[in-house]
Structures are given as structure tokens and as C-alpha cells.
């Protein structure tokens, strides 16, 4: 089984400073995880993904984030918050080949990241 | 990104009809569509998985005779809301899996926002 536990479901930042979104997960095999991002009507966008190579992961718009095998981790970052940042962010895990259940993923609950002025 | 189109994109109804929802990749054939379901201020939970050719699998807890999957094509999945009901009031996402082997990336459709009165 898998799951996903982001640890915060509202996070709010000035506009300039450095964003982290934290992350969970639990997997009986070796996960693929991904960060989704969802502005209000609008569907889903992939950030990035760690598939289990490099295990510090850059992505768009300035995103990164990096896989702890030893914490079960995968924060996402951001050095610099852009009001255009704020939405809906949630992190993924995906089992890949090997185990049961490839190709499903499953979402944490959301984390809502609000930037002001 | 592969693009994956949704239709309606919203739909209202009366409770007790049923309503069709369209999942279409365009980009590249998928035997494999995965149906989530979002209701407001919570995450995506996958309900089904949509296998081209043959029936469709649905996740604990999901009732495939209340929620019939059609996956007619290669390029097309459907999902029908049999008899619904207002708690079946949600957002409806589907996703269609990379075609590369082992990327493991999904790509997501824009919703359709099912409102049942």
C-alpha cells in the first residue's frame, strides 16, 4: 500500500520569500513522486517528478524539490514566491512497475499556498 | 504535454438522471485511463481504472453499476453517473498515462464539475 501525507493544508507566504510545501509518503516498493499544482479552475499541472534518479528534482517555474529515502520526504521549494504562485499543490505517489498498483497514483489532501503582497 | 480533453466541462442535472462524462486524449492512444473524483476542499481519490477492451476496474468502496465506465476506443473513455444524486454533486478529472514505458507520468484532463439538484 501507499500513501501520501502533506503536513500542512494551508501555507501562506510573502510575496520574495522562500516557500517550502512538506511531504510525506509510505510504499511497499520504490515510488515515483510527483508534484501536481492546481489553480482555481483550471486542471492539473505537473511541477516535477522524481522517478529515482537525481534526487535533488527541479522543475518549472522555479520549483524543486528533493527525495529523503532515509525521512520518506519530498518537500517542494522555492527560493523566491511569485503571487502567481498561489494555488492548490499536492503531492503524489505513483508505484511503479514491480508493484501491484503501477500507474495509480495517490494524492495527499492539498496544501493551499497563498502569497501577499 | 499530452493534452486530454474533457466534455462538459460542467454540467448541471435533476436527481434521478444520469449524465455522460467524455475523457479524449488527443495526443497518443491510451488502452489505459485512469476516473478521480474531487469533492470541494478535499483531494482526488481515483474511483477506476478505464482498460480499453475490457471491463473497467473500480477502487473499494466505488459502485461500477452506479458509475459505468466505457472505455470505447483507444482515444476515448466515458464515464456515465447512473441515477444521480445530489451527494454525487463532485469534480470529475480523468487521466491518461504517458506513452513512454516506465515514465510513469499522467497526464490530466480539465474536469468536468457535475452539480446534481
Known amino acids: 500500500a501507499q500513501s501520501v501525507t502533506q503536513l500542512d493544508s494551508h501555507v501562506s507566504v510573502s510575496e520574495g520569500t522562500p516557500v517550502l510545501l512538506r511531504c510525506n509518503y509510505s510504499?511497499?516498493?520504490?515510488?515515483?513522486l510527483f508534484w501536481y499544482v492546481q489553480h482555481p479552475n483550471k486542471g492539473l499541472q505537473l511541477l516535477l517528478k522524481?522517478?529515482?534518479?537525481?534526487?535533488l528534482v527541479k522543475g518549472i517555474n522555479g520549483f524543486e524539490a528533493e527525495f529523503k529515502k532515509s525521512e520518506t520526504s519530498f518537500h517542494l521549494t522555492k527560493p523566491s514566491a511569485h503571487m502567481s504562485d498561489a494555488a492548490e499543490y499536492f503531492c503524489?505517489?505513483?508505484?511503479?512497475?514491480?508493484?501491484?498498483?503501477?500507474?495509480?497514483?495517490?494524492f495527499g489532501q492539498g496544501t493551499i499556498l497563498t502569497v501577499h503582497p | 504535454g499530452a493534452v486530454v480533453s474533457q466534455h462538459p466541462s460542467w454540467v448541471i442535472c435533476k436527481s434521478g438522471t444520469s449524465v455522460k462524462i467524455e475523457c479524449r486524449s488527443l495526443?497518443?492512444?491510451?488502452?489505459?485511463m485512469f476516473w478521480y473524483r474531487q469533492f470541494p476542499k478535499q483531494s482526488l481519490m481515483l474511483m477506476a481504472t478505464s482498460n480499453e477492451g475490457s471491463k473497467a476496474t473500480y477502487e473499494q468502496g466505488v459502485e461500477k453499476d452506479k458509475f459505468l465506465i466505457n472505455h470505447a476506443s483507444l482515444t476515448l473513455s466515458t464515464l456515465t453517473v447512473t441515477s444521480a444524486h445530489p451527494e454525487d454533486s463532485s469534480f470529475y478529472i480523468c487521466?491518461?498515462?504517458?506513452?513512454?514505458?516506465?515514465?510513469?507520468?499522467?497526464?490530466f484532463g480539465p474536469g468536468t464539475r457535475l452539480t446534481v439538484l
Open positions: 510504499s511497499s516498493y520504490s515510488p515515483s
Open positions: 495526443d497518443f492512444q491510451a488502452t489505459t
Open positions: 487521466s491518461v498515462p504517458g506513452a513512454l514505458v516506465g515514465t510513469d507520468t499522467q497526464y
Open positions: 503524489v505517489v505513483s508505484v511503479g512497475a514491480g508493484g501491484t498498483s503501477y500507474g495509480k497514483l495517490t
Open positions: 522524481y522517478t529515482s534518479a537525481a534526487t
